[in-house]
DNA sequence: TCTGGGGTCCTAGGACCC
DNA sequence: TCTGGGGTCCTAGGACCC
């Protein structure tokens, strides 16, 4: 495909605690203080990113908020600004793209960069450099041949920080670490393999594929695993890699027991898929429903239309269809809607396809919102999202 | 202390077609 | 009167990632 990606070095920059360390720069009285960006605790929330400062009370990602004040009761809880953490996240990625324009961006903190053989460390250091200069924010750089390898010699380099990771350090400082720093093998992959007495990727590069199936569920994922604990990874840079599906959800600070509640739920998140659509030039072929109970289990069901769509109207009745055919029994404590199979519209438009009132209304509508924001408007039966956008707002 | 929200990818079975 | 085999699409669930 891409030559110049052929014997390359790779880099993967990963921004430490970001969301945190953005809040920390916007607001220097927040530094060397413990900062938890997340959710709402008195809602459920949890914490989306920590500064080091809370890390050392044993605050962690994904903890409830609670149990993050619990351990450190005098942490600053901030909610999440994405809009902010975007804005900043384009600005490191216009610097990287002086270095190099083969990056692949993984999500809003991390991306791989692939640079000319020989010269990874140096790029990384200058990058490194660069991002504290201009931007004030840490970032850790693992450096190798690989993405697999840079990816762990990055998480080793944290925080702040820069480490190499050369296939000739494999068996020195790969095979000791723990099965769970291959990425892929997550904690229940981990449970499986350390029941075979498994622990270390040493361990697991020198256990037989054969066995390995069992355990891997499947010929694929086995001869993966081994090809990454053996410090292999063919995989290139995905440099022109679009969005596959576009989601919104809601987790209810409460059970809900009423449906007619959760149906008008479902209408503002349908109208919030549908916006989201629009404004990106995209229509959907399938919409998804998604429910979890109050045991955390969950239920997907969704539906293929016979064309592309991105109506508000369209993927709400989609949806209400999902929704009366397998509702399961209530309460519910999370609805969630899903647009999949996505097709770029001929002309770049907020104007959906549907019927003729809706074409009207609804560019008016999308107008407003881009003007004023995605909660200035809504259509018929405004909802109160519990306690979730009271808290954004703040 | 009681488990978010936004994504990606994989598997497996059934329908359907040739 | 005993039903192949390959390919593709759709659907549901689950693991995983940040």
Redo the contacts with the bound molecule.
């Keep these: 495909m891409n030559k110049r990606l052929i014997n390359n070095d790779i880099l993967l920059c990963?921004l430490d605690a970001?969301f945190a360390s953005v809040e920390q720069l916007d607001n220097p009285e927040l530094k060397g203080r413990p900062v938890v960006v997340?959710?709402d605790p008195d809602s459920?929330?949890?914490?989306?990113t920590c500064s080091y400062e809370a890390r050392q009370y044993g605050v962690r990602?994904?903890m409830?908020m609670?149990?993050a004040?619990?351990l450190c009761p005098g942490a600053i809880v901030l909610p999440?600004n994405m809009t902010r953490y975007k804005e900043v996240s384009e600005q490191v990625i216009e610097i990287f793209g002086r270095f190099t324009p083969d990056i692949e961006q993984?999500?809003?903190?991390?991306a791989y960069l692939a640079v000319r053989a020989g010269t990874g460390l140096e790029t990384a250091r200058k990058i490194r450099f660069a991002v504290r200069e201009e931007l004030g924010l840490p970032l850790s750089i693992g450096v190798s041949i690989n993405k697999l390898l840079a990816?762990i010699a990055c998480?080793l380099a944290k925080p702040d920080g820069i480490r190499a990771l050369y296939p000739e350090d494999v068996e020195k400082v790969l095979w000791p670490l723990p099965v769970?720093f291959?990425?892929?093998?997550?904690?229940?992959?981990?449970?499986?393999l350390n029941a075979f007495g498994i622990k270390t990727v040493g361990e697991l590069a020198s256990f037989p594929l054969e066995a390995l199936k069992s355990i891997a569920?499947?010929?694929?994922?086995a001869a993966e695993l081994k090809e990454y604990a053996s410090g292999r990874d063919s995989r290139k840079l995905?440099l022109n890699?679009?969005?596959?599906?576009?989601?919104?959800?809601?987790?209810f600070s409460q059970d809900i027991h009423e449906k007619d509640y959760i149906l008008t739920v479902l209408f503002d998140l349908a109208s919030?898929v549908g916006y989201?659509l629009r404004s990106k030039g995209l229509k959907a072929?399938?919409v998804?429903l998604k429910l979890?109970f109050p045991?955390?289990?969950?239920?997907?069901?969704?539906?293929?239309l016979p064309e592309a769509t991105a109506s508000d109207e369209k993927i709400f009745k989609s949806v209400v269809d999902?929704f009366t055919r397998?509702c399961g029994n209530p309460p519910w404590?999370?609805v969630?809607i899903?647009a999949?199979?996505l097709e770029r519209e001929r002309q770049l438009s907020l104007i959906p396809g549907g019927d003729p009132g809706e074409e009207k209304i609804t560019p008016v509508l999308d107008m407003l919102r881009q003007r004023y924001g995605r909660d200035a408007v809504f259509r018929g039966r405004r909802l109160l999202l519990l306690r979730?956008n009271d808290f954004k707002r703040n």
């Design positions: 990963d970001f997340g959710g459920r929330g949890v914490v989306s990602s994904a409830p609670k149990k004040l619990g999440v993984v999500s809003i903190d991390e990816k998480s769970r291959l990425p892929g093998a997550g904690p229940v992959t981990e449970r499986k569920g499947s010929a694929a994922a995905e890699a679009g969005r596959k599906s576009i989601s919104e959800e809601i987790t919030e989201r072929r399938t998804g979890k045991d955390l289990s969950i239920k997907t069901r969704s539906l293929t999902l397998c404590r999370l969630g899903r999949s199979g979730k």
